[in-house]
C-alpha cells in the first residue's frame, strides 16, 4: 500500500512570512496527526482529526496556525505569520482508526527553516 | 500525567555487539508502549509495540522489547547490531482515555565499524 505522502520535503522561509504544507494519508485511514518535532526532541502532537472533525488541537498555537481537512482524506497544515521557533519537522501521521490499537504511519516529514 | 523518559541521548555500540536502549515510563494505568525509529530526514516506523498479555515482545528488525510493570521500564533490545541500524529511537505511551501518544526525547544509536 501507498504510504503516508507528504510535500514538500523542504521549505525555507523569513520570519512573518507564511507557509503551507500538504499531507496525504494511507488510504481509508480515518485518524490524521499532525506534529511538530523540534531538533533533538520527539514529536508533539498539534492536531488529531477522525475524518474530518478535530478531536484534539489543544496544543496548536491558534494565533498562527491552521489545519483543515475538509473531504476527510487530504490535510493541510498552515502556518501565518511564521516565528524562528516555528523551525522544526513537521510530521504527518494516519492511523485506521483513533483506538491506541491501531498504529500510526507517519510520512517523511516536512523540514521548516526560518530565516 | 503520563510522561515518558529515554535517559541516554546517544548511544554508541560496536557492529555485532547487543544493544539495550532505556524507557521509563509514567502512567497510573496498564499503558500501551511503542518504540518507533527514525533514520535520518525520514519519518518514523514501528518497530514493536505492546498492549496486554506476554511481556516480551518481538518487532521487526530482530528488534524485541520487555515490559516490567514494577520498573515501569519497556527497553528495547537487539542481539546483534548492524550498521543499518545507526538511526534515532523513540519511546511513546499512549492511553485509551484520550487515544494520543506521549514521546520520549528520543536515543540516537551510533554504530562504530
Known amino acids: 500500500e501507498a504510504g503516508v505522502a507528504q510535500s514538500p520535503r523542504y521549505k525555507i522561509i523569513e520570519k512573518r512570512q507564511s507557509v503551507a504544507f500538504w499531507c496525504n494519508p494511507i488510504?481509508?485511514?480515518?485518524?490524521l496527526y499532525w506534529y511538530q518535532q523540534i531538533l533533538g526532541q520527539g514529536p508533539k502532537l498539534l492536531i488529531q482529526?477522525?475524518?474530518?472533525?478535530?478531536?484534539?488541537d489543544s496544543q496548536l498555537p491558534k494565533d498562527r496556525f491552521s489545519a483543515e481537512r475538509l473531504k476527510g482524506v487530504d490535510s493541510t497544515l498552515k502556518i501565518q505569520p511564521a516565528k524562528l521557533e516555528d523551525s522544526a519537522v513537521y510530521l504527518c501521521?494516519?492511523?485506521?482508526?483513533?483506538?491506541?490499537?491501531?498504529?500510526?504511519?507517519f510520512g517523511d516529514g516536512t523540514r521548516l527553516s526560518i530565516l | 500525567a503520563q510522561s515518558v523518559t529515554q535517559p541516554d541521548i546517544h548511544i554508541t555500540v560496536s557492529e555485532g555487539a547487543s544493544l539495550e536502549l532505556r524507557c521509563n515510563y509514567s502512567?497510573?494505568?496498564?499503558?500501551?508502549l511503542f518504540w518507533y525509529v527514525q533514520s535520518p530526514g525520514q519519518g518514523l516506523q514501528l518497530l514493536l509495540k505492546?498492549?496486554?498479555?506476554d511481556t516480551l515482545v518481538q518487532g521487526i528488525k530482530g528488534f524485541e522489547a520487555e515490559f516490567k510493570r514494577s520498573q515501569s521500564s519497556f527497553n528495547l533490545r537487539k542481539p546483534s547490531v548492524h550498521w543499518s541500524d545507526a538511526a534515532e529511537y523513540f519511546c511513546?505511551?499512549?492511553?485509551?482515555?484520550?487515544?494520543?501518544?506521549?514521546w520520549g526525547a528520543g536515543t540516537k544509536l551510533i554504530i562504530k565499524p
Open positions: 502512567y497510573g494505568a496498564t499503558p500501551y
Open positions: 505492546y498492549f496486554s498479555g
Open positions: 501521521a494516519s492511523s485506521l482508526d483513533n483506538g491506541m490499537n491501531q498504529p500510526q504511519h
Open positions: 482529526f477522525q475524518n474530518n472533525g478535530v478531536v484534539d
Open positions: 511513546a505511551v499512549g492511553a485509551d482515555s484520550n487515544y494520543q501518544l506521549i
Open positions: 488510504s481509508g485511514h480515518a485518524t
